[in-house]
């Protein structure tokens, strides 16, 4: 729970003092024996672990903002009739406004208790979706089904009309086989893992179109190694112009459709020294040239790059990355470089990063992060990042001293805003020539207590 209070709120030409209570989030548990249920708000519930496609994905089911505000029920279940699986029904409150005379008097009485000169506001989409699957003998192979199917209601041209063939809605079946398990002749190679996923957009919205592209297919190998030092990563991927759809797909997934991929991977162990070498190349191709899409702005993409670890003496961790993407809007090439030291009381790493090499979009980022243990009850965390662009240098730090004195409880001091550098030199809004975030001069304190 919490809440705010303010002491300037305007009511009937008084200031007055306002105290709100909220209820941030909880759940109740049920457990079976082979069945868990979960009544649950403000908590992110909605992962079905689908091997490929992820046409659900939980982070846009959630509804996130300042943390997530949907609620719903979740039954998880396994080795029912050798099956094992999840379901989730949503609920998620979204906002609009709307004077209350401006609604027809057909539909006024859908709202008791409004009168003239009051305004509604709210909107609820509504969410439900599960995942099935199932185990092939001596566990060398499994399958599944996943659906997922988000319905809208809101006003539309003026009018509260309900459920509607205004929904997004998708289907999808997958299969992983353990090849090397079931072909004696790949067996030396390990096990060679084969999963493939179809999946069919089966929106309402798709009745309204010509030619839709409704499918979405992917398949991989993995797990498949020659020696102990070699291991190799293969897929190919094809996307319909209208396979993932806006109401249950991340903007990540969305950028995929029309558009078809391959993608290779090798990873070296150098024998004896703990060094790993990774090197992947990515080819990916819009599918209709007609069509106005995601794709056909970018066109074809091409990114290969080499990632290297290794390990040193007395605690040292070392990362370097090379990578170059390419499209039609030009080539970026970016460099990455990581050192890692630790023991039991500190924790230190200092990045250093280029972003778009020989542009006019050149980035320089360095960043450093340290974890001190001060004492039993005392801890020291900071985070201090400097951006350097063509036309200026911007800096950001985060510092947090935490007391762990008590017990069942934790107080906390912190200066500066924590989310502008959560990933570091990696951080796409800090390290971006769109951002203008610095140092927010702020300090913070609260108690953190565990019953």
């Not at 007055?16 to 024996?33: A, I």
């Not at 790949?186 to 999963?195: D, M």
């Not at 975030?437 to 300090?443: D, H, L, V, Y």
């Amino acid at each position: 729970m919490w809440s705010e209070s303010n002491r300037w709120v305007r009511l009937a030409d008084t200031d007055v003092k306002q105290t709100l209570l909220f209820l941030r989030e909880g759940h109740m548990r049920y457990r079976w024996s082979n069945v868990e249920g979960h009544l649950f708000f403000g908590q992110n519930r909605f992962w079905l672990n689908e091997p490929l496609l992820d046409i659900v994905n939980p982070d846009v089911v959630k509804h996130d903002n300042y943390g997530p505000r949907a609620q719903g029920i979740r039954l998880d279940f396994w080795s029912v009739y050798s099956l094992s699986g999840a379901a989730f029904v949503s609920e998620r409150s979204d906002y609009f406004t709307r004077a209350y005379d401006e609604i027809p008097e057909s539909e006024q009485s859908y709202y008791p208790g409004m009168a003239v000169g009051d305004t509604i506001a709210g909107r609820t989409d509504d969410y439900r979706a599960f995942r099935v699957t199932g185990a092939l003998p001596k566990r060398r192979g499994f399958y599944g089904v996943t659906y997922g199917r988000k319905d809208y209601i809101r006003y539309s041209d003026g009018l509260y009309h309900g459920r509607s063939i205004d929904y997004d809605s998708a289907i999808a079946a997958d299969l992983e086989l353990a090849l090397g398990e079931l072909w004696s002749p790949l067996a030396r190679f390990g096990r060679v893992t084969w999963t493939s996923e179809f999946g069919r957009n089966i929106s309402g919205w798709l009745s309204a179109l010509e030619d839709p592209q409704p499918n979405g297919f992917s398949t991989e190998i993995r797990d498949f190694g020659i020696g102990n030092a070699w291991r190799f990563v293969g897929s190919y991927e094809k996307y319909g112009a209208e396979f993932y759809t806006d109401g249950l797909a991340s903007g990540d997934r969305r950028d995929l459709n029309d558009y078809s991929k391959l993608y290779l991977e090798a990873r070296y162990r150098v024998p004896v020294e703990a060094i790993n070498v990774t090197g992947w190349r990515l080819h990916a191709e819009p599918e209709h040239p007609g069509l106005t899409s995601y794709a056909q702005t970018v066109g074809t993409i091409d990114e290969w790059g080499v990632w290297t670890y290794i390990e040193f003496l007395n605690g040292f961790t070392g990362t370097a990355e090379y990578k170059v993407y390419e499209d039609k809007n030009g080539t970026w090439p970016a460099l990455f470089f990581e050192v890692t030291g630790e023991n039991r009381l500190v924790r230190l790493r200092s990045q250093f990063a280029i972003k778009d090499i020989d542009s006019p979009y050149e980035i320089l980022a360095f960043a450093f992060e340290a974890n001190v243990n001060l004492t039993d009850r005392w801890k020291f965390y900071t985070r201090v990042m400097n951006v350097d662009e063509k036309t200026e240098s911007r800096q950001t730090l985060f510092a947090q001293l935490r007391y762990l004195g008590w017990q069942g409880a934790e107080f906390f001091v912190e200066f500066g805003n924590g989310g502008h550098s959560d990933d570091l030199a990696r951080d796409g809004d800090f390290v971006n020539r769109d951002s203008s975030s610095i140092t927010e001069m702020s300090f913070k304190t609260f108690l953190r207590i565990y019953f």
